[in-house]
């Protein structure tokens, strides 16, 4: 099923990332074209490098400033075009999410256009990491609502830092949200609070 938004002109999809399918199975879901934002890592892939570069893919270093990369996103994005990342930064192996990469959301951000939530579900079961043939796995893509600037930088002034870690979080639950799980920063507050919790009983008990 593939619910997506009505939307012209610039915006970026954000998605989840569980198979080295997932750039295909989203660009099919669209009927635009988009380019992707990826590490040179994925994009020189043996297997699916010719669909990069057909996509004209956009790679970036994994040490480096990147301006060359980040400014061809910018210009992209400044045409009304639709730029597509995985803001994991890498690939699960379990299906489950990653956090979240600050750097990929300082790009939306500073972009000021809307960003479309992605859930790509049943892409780790179609081809798992490692795996070297598709299976016959059911795949269903879930389109968010898009997610408008303001929402994510926010009316009060904070420190740049925190604006990218509050921006990160609601993006990263959105999508666990449409995956029907949570997402990692949510797993890890969850624990911080439970040892947090743990600790403070055990000293009271003293």
């Known amino acids: 099923m593939v619910n997506r938004p009505k939307l012209e002109g610039a915006f970026v999809l954000v998605a989840n990332h569980s198979s ?26 043996p297997l699916l490098g010719w669909f990069y570069r057909l996509t004209r893919s956009i790679p970036l270093a994994v040490h480096g400033a990147n301006r060359d990369p980040l400014r061809a996103a910018r210009t992209l994005l400044g045409r009304g075009e639709i730029l597509s990342l995985f803001p994991e930064g890498g ?5 489950g999410l990653l956090l979240g990469s600050p750097g990929a959301v300082s790009l939306v951000m500073a972009q000021k256009v809307p960003i479309v939530p992605v859930a790509i579900i049943g892409a780790n ?34 420190p740049r830092k925190q604006r990218l870690a509050r921006a990160k979080r609601r ?3 959105t999508i666990a949200e449409l995956a029907g799980s949570t997402s ?3 797993d890890l507050e969850a624990l911080l609070e439970a040892r947090k919790a743990s600790k403070s009983l055990s000293s009271h008990s003293l």
């Not at 690939?91 to 299906?95: F, H, K, P, Q």
């Not at 070297?132 to 002034?157: C, H, S």
């Open 91 to 95: 690939l699960t192996r379990d299906g």
């Open 184 to 186: 990692r920063e949510a």
């Open 171 to 173: 993006i990263m639950d």
């Open 125 to 158: 079961d179609l081809l798992p990491p490692g795996a070297m043939l598709p299976r016959f796995k059911r795949v269903e893509i879930r389109y968010g609502q898009p997610i408008l600037p303001e929402e994510l930088i926010g009316a009060d002034e904070i």
């Open 20 to 45: 080295y399918l997932d750039p295909i199975l989203l660009g099919v879901s669209m009927p635009r074209r988009m380019t992707f934002l990826m590490t040179v890592i994925h994009y020189r892939s």
